[in-house]
């Protein structure tokens, strides 16, 4: 007798010892090894059974076979009780259980105990999902049906009903061990909604993997569900985005780290010329840094391409994008008590062209924030060798400062001075003191072209 018969006959005759009304209800399941393709019809004989008992006047389901656990991917049986399955509510059932008995689908169809019940075509098109995703009430929004054929692009939207809720993705192109994660991408587009964009680079069948947590201190995601997408033409010229999993924007606890609860709230930014330029709000001063990072190019380590400025708490955040593409946009803030750091803010921009003369920034280092330093000119970490040049920065709390060893005039909050640059691969640094008589620290390092 295999298990499922076996569970449903067990909890039949326990359930009529108890003198509560039961029934054995046959029909068809998406069962472990469902294929979302496939078109369920009449023609197939039912492969699954389970129960439905009367409690409380209303009729109500129990899948003894599927809350005592699951099979794992070798194909194992795995113990695992899940309350999910007992007493299920008949809207989440019915996406996965469809009854038909006796080859009569008109008496069948009560077996649903839905008001408008499905059709068995419907029910063959319906996105499965996992347990987690119908116990956090996770609900396709815009493709209800789990195979979505479509041409270039498709996005996918859902909505659920939490105040934290984590959502990643994964592409996989059938018969292919190509990695295609970074052609899509998770935003938080809000309303509690979450959208899902792809953009594959080829033509063919894909299987879009949705992953998920509702608890901002678990690590670990829970399969949500598995589109299958079928790609019928792409886009002349695709653009993958940054390694980053989930939405863009703010974590979880970044008003705790400092800023302010709208920061990150529009994440997707675009360059129109190569570069880009905002504040950042702040409820306090935040010891902060940022790193830049080309979705596909190896951006060198030892340019700097994004900086971080502070001014009166506040955060001013510049960046340069050498090449077109996607880019992340990270910024990190100092760990409570420790030396070390943690994200807080992921952007995602978008650069439509090469800029081949872009220069990164200068070196800066942790105390050009602290000291709340503004760069004034020049802009670009490369100065022309043997060449008379001004160095400024504004800063309201350095009371001393020194260019390449000798003292820089204060103008105001404006501090400058002036160098003649030495022989090429030299450096000019400027380094700066919050208090008189005390040690100088790096602020800037500039080089010598």
């Known amino acids: 007798m295999s298990g499922c018969v076996r569970n449903l006959h067990v909890f039949f005759r326990c359930s009529r010892e108890c003198q509560i009304p039961v029934k054995i209800i046959s029909g068809y399941s998406k069962s472990f090894h469902y294929n979302p393709e496939r078109v369920f019809t009449t023609d197939e004989t039912p492969e699954h059974a389970w129960n439905a008992v009367y409690i409380q006047g209303n009729w109500q389901f129990v899948e003894c076979t599927w809350g005592s656990g699951s099979v794992d991917d070798r194909g194992a049986f795995v113990k695992k009780f899940s309350d999910f399955h007992f007493l299920t509510e008949p809207k989440h059932f019915v996406v996965t259980h469809f009854p038909y008995m006796d080859s009569d689908m008109s008496k069948s169809q009560r077996w649903q105990l839905l008001p408008r019940t499905l059709s068995l075509e419907t029910f063959s098109k319906r996105l499965k999902g996992f347990t987690p995703m119908y116990i956090w009430n996770l609900k396709p929004l815009s493709h209800p049906d789990g195979v979505i054929t479509f041409t270039k692009k498709i996005e996918v939207s859902l909505r659920h009903a939490k105040s934290y809720f984590f959502v990643s993705a994964r592409l996989l192109k059938k018969s292919s061990s190509r990695n295609f994660d970074q052609y899509v991408l998770v935003e938080n587009v809000g309303g509690n909604r979450i959208r899902v964009r792809v953009t594959p680079p080829e033509r063919g069948t894909y299987t879009l993997k949705l992953f998920g947590r509702a608890d901002p201190q678990v690590d670990e995601l829970t399969p949500l569900t598995d589109y299958v997408l079928k790609c019928e033409g792409v886009e002349d010229e695709v653009f993958a985005f940054p390694n980053h999993q989930g939405p863009f924007g703010s974590y979880h606890d970044h008003v705790e780290a400092g800023f302010h609860k709208s920061v990150g709230e529009n994440a997707l ?74 994200p ?72 400058e001075g002036v160098a003649k640059t030495a022989s090429p691969r030299q450096q000019i640094k400027i380094s700066a003191s919050d208090q008189k008589g005390q040690n100088y620290w790096g602020i800037y390092v500039f080089n010598v072209m």
């Open 269 to 342: 930014l675009q360059s129109k010329n190569g570069k880009i330029e905002f504040p950042i709000k702040t409820t306090k001063a935040v010891d902060a840094m940022a790193k830049l990072d080309h979705a596909t190019k190896n951006l060198n380590s030892l340019d700097n391409y994004a900086l971080l400025e502070r001014e009166k708490g506040q955060l001013h955040l510049k960046a340069k994008f050498p090449c077109k593409g996607y880019y992340k946009l990270s910024i990190f803030t100092k760990n409570e008590n420790k030396e070390t750091y943690s």
């Open 344 to 415: 807080r803010i992921a952007y995602l921009v978008f650069c439509g062209e090469d800029y081949p003369n872009c220069e990164p920034f200068p070196k800066v280092f942790p105390q050009t924030t602290q000291f709340e330093c503004r760069l004034l000119s020049p802009v670009t970490c490369e100065v022309k060798a043997h060449e008379q040049t001004q160095f400024r920065f504004s800063s309201s709390k350095v009371v001393q400062a020194m260019l390449d060893g000798k003292p820089m005039e204060k103008k105001g909050n404006v501090w």
